[in-house]
């Protein structure tokens, strides 16, 4: 059973525009989340990540929600540049000595 | 800094044989490392956490005899493909993590096994 869930398979978004990323988990007992960015026949690249304690944390173009009631969260790229075009995991861990999940995954095609 | 390399980056090799793969960690001493799978248009697997001097922790399913892992030193894991067939082609990517008041993972380039 997946216990981190990407439902989008991909998304394209115009470039300059939002890109709205979204994730959702099933163990209540994760507490830790993470997005990294992936290029083809690379290792993913931490972007950001948030704990529980926060609803929300930005860093630069890159902002992640967290509804731990919804048990959802969302990575916003404003604005959306070509160069973020790539596959984007959302993982979690129950706190962040343990191991990592990821979710299926989510490929963004940003369109100059 | 925390840069991760692995090595080889493409291996080709015949049914049956061996293949080592090495996970460094250039700028920062990593207590943990991890190794993780990950089939064509499919998510990244766990396959097992390595703390540095003790035996690695196999995720369900992993079978710890095909996939030995080695973390002798804070900066290298290996992780070896016994007996490698066909079904063992995928990318295989580290991960390491310094444990010391950043539990960011890692994450290497990656290395493409084909088994032929």
């Known amino acids: 059973d997946q216990q981190v869930k990407q439902n989008s398979p991909s998304l394209s978004v115009q470039e300059g525009r939002i890109s709205i990323l979204n994730c959702d988990y099933t163990?209540?007992?994760?507490?830790?989340f993470l997005w990294y960015k992936k290029y083809p026949a690379e290792g993913p690249t931490f972007l950001i990540s948030i704990s529980s304690i926060k609803d929300k944390n930005e860093d630069g173009r890159f902002t992640v929600f967290l509804n731990k009631s919804a048990k959802h969260l969302s990575l916003h790229i404003v604005p959306s540049q070509p160069g973020d075009s790539a596959v984007y995991f959302c993982a979690a861990s129950e706190t962040s000595y343990d191991k990592v999940i990821f979710g299926p995954g989510t490929s963004l095609s940003v369109i100059p | 800094g925390a840069v991760v390399s692995q090595h080889p980056s493409w291996v080709i090799c015949k049914s049956g044989t061996s293949v080592k793969i090495e996970c460094r960690s250039l700028d920062f001493q990593a207590t943990t490392m991890f190794w993780y799978r990950q089939f064509p248009k499919q998510s990244l697997m766990l396959m097992a956490t390595?703390?540095?001097?003790?035996?690695?922790?196999?995720e369900q399913g992993v079978e710890k005899d095909k996939f030995l892992i080695n973390h002798a030193s804070l900066t290298l894991s290996t992780l070896t493909v016994t007996s490698a067939h066909p079904e063992d082609s995928s990318f295989y990517i580290c991960s390491a993590r310094s444990g010391l008041g950043d539990e960011t993972q890692y994450f290497g380039p990656g290395t493409r096994l084909l088994v032929l």
């Open positions: 163990n209540s007992m994760f507490d830790y």
């Open positions: 390595s703390n540095e001097g003790s035996k690695a922790t196999y």
